[in-house]
């Protein structure tokens, strides 16, 4: 079970990445609180795990540990820039980072 001071690290480290990355941080940790709730061990019935909920062969791409929080979470933001530069060179609008976060899925 995630603890709240783990919870608060976390979307810390989100917020951080986010930013970074130049991803709005509040679409960010909502996106995480989505796939996950804030359970680096969540595993859905396709296979995709940790707190942003990357596929095997997402995680492999990125060459991190699903299940560690801070890889975890430094990678899915560099991932959602991945899918609006996906998005955009494939001719769909991505005006706003609504279309990108629920590219996500």
């Known amino acids: ?3 709240a001071a783990e919870r608060a690290q ?3 480290w989100a917020r951080e990445d986010a930013a970074r990355e130049g991803v709005p941080a509040d ?3 909502a996106l995480i609180e989505r796939e996950s709730a804030w359970d680096p061990t969540a595993v859905s019935d396709e296979g995709a795990g ?3 909920q ?3 062969a997402t995680a492999d791409d990125y060459n991190i540990d699903p299940f560690s929080p801070a890889a975890a979470i430094a990678a ?4 959602l820039v ?3 530069h996906y998005l955009d060179t494939n001719g769909v609008p ?3 980072w609504d279309t990108t976060l629920a590219g996500y899925n």
């Open 27 to 29: 679409g960010y940790v």
């Open 76 to 79: 899915g933001a560099a991932y």
């Open 54 to 56: 990357f596929m095997p």
């Open 50 to 52: 940790g707190l942003l």
């Open 10 to 12: 976390w979307e810390a």
């Open 94 to 96: 991505v005006e706003s």
């Open 1 to 3: 079970m995630t603890t």
């Open 82 to 84: 991945d899918i609006r």
